[in-house]
């Protein structure tokens, strides 16, 4: 029979809360980002860029390690069954509700594998880890994470396999975070915190205790981080879907990614690259000038063919200027 949880490692680290309040806001001011790109309040998605898409990992794989942390505090002593199952359901539910809110709001790109469903089966599968030596679990998190970049195979790119990550393809979904090497970072966690637990009894960061209003609202919010995670993303859809109905998109949104699309296309078909990066740009100004740009409407007939002149127009005029004396 399982020994009782010591009153040190019973009581709730408040710390811990507070660690998960500042990802969840470091995870709101993201998703933030990633809706003004999406409503093309900014000229581009600042979130698809190679930073935002760093901070994204970094978030995400900040709350993987903090699920780790927490599985050994609350399991460690034994496993409290009810509490577990109870953990389990709300949040397997959470992802269910995730996967079916973005398969009608997002259909081409819904979230079947995020980090709510990643956290769900990390859970399950970190728990025997809970108990075992820290350092099986660490060689353990060292190969979860190293498996992608050595496993990879395209027999593994089924849809139906895209959960685990071993694949070399990358889904169509606006959240995805698969096993490997993600379930690493749990066990990570859970490593940590088996070897600092035995510190932690009687500690002052046990007995640490927020003083000022934001550190007990962050508390707050990560002791609730699940509520606040379903309830946030909603709350800025709303917020920014009414601002763009105010004020309209950004008059340079798109026109980044527009260029580098046009440019490939271009030299894909045999343009030369410093003609075809001038022809994107006089493109782009001709369309606006025509009123053919951000309408966000789908070109009439007459429309493609205005604009598929403009853009031979300004080709044709690049090629002189691009060539050499």
């Keep these: ?30 998703h933030g980002l990633w809706d003004l790109g999406f409503f093309q309040l ?6 698809l860029t190679p930073p935002g898409r760093l901070a994204a990992h970094a ?17 460690a002593d034994g496993v409290r069954w009810r509490p577990f199952r ?14 079916a809110a973005t398969w009608f709001a997002f259909p081409q790109s819904y979230i079947f594998f995020g980090i709510l469903h990643c956290i769900a089966v990390s859970s399950v599968l970190g728990l ?20 992608p970049r050595l496993v990879g195979h395209p027999l593994l790119d089924a849809p139906e396999l895209y959960f685990l990550g071993l694949g070399r393809g990358l889904p169509d979904t606006n959240d995805w975070v698969p096993l490997f090497p993600w379930f690493g970072l749990v066990l990570a966690g859970i490593a940590l915190a088996r070897l600092v637990r035995p510190a932690l009894a009687g500690s002052r960061l046990a007995r640490w205790r927020p003083r000022n209003v934001a550190a007990r609202a962050a508390a707050l919010a990560g002791r609730h981080s699940l509520a606040v995670y379903l309830v946030h ?16 998109p950004h008059p340079k949104a798109g026109l980044a ?13 045999g343009g030369g690259p410093e003609a075809c990066r001038i022809a994107a740009r006089c ?37 002189g200027t691009a060539a050499p004396p």
């Design 1 to 30: 029979m399982p020994a009782s949880p010591s009153p040190a490692t019973d009581r709730r680290i408040v710390a811990l809360d507070l660690a998960r309040g500042i990802a969840l806001a470091a995870m709101a001011a993201y």
């Design 42 to 47: 900014t000229p581009q998605n600042l979130a």
């Design 59 to 75: 978030i995400a794989g900040s709350f993987l390690l903090l699920v780790g942390i927490g599985l050994v505090l609350a399991n």
């Design 86 to 99: 109870l953990r389990l359901a709300r949040i397997g539910g959470a992802a269910l509700i995730i996967t």
């Design 128 to 147: 025997p880890f809970v108990f075992l030596p820290a350092w099986v679990t660490a060689l353990a998190a060292a190969a979860v994470m190293l498996a």
């Design 233 to 248: 993303q909603p709350v800025l859809l709303a917020l920014f879907a009414g601002l763009v109905t105010l004020t309209g």
């Design 257 to 269: 990614s527009f260029r580098k699309d046009y440019v490939a296309n271009c030299t894909r078909t």
């Design 283 to 319: 493109t782009a100004d001709a369309l606006r000038r025509k009123e053919l740009w951000g309408s966000g409407k789908p070109y009439s007939v007459e429309q493609r063919a205005q604009a598929q002149g403009l853009s031979q127009r300004c080709y044709e005029a690049a090629e």
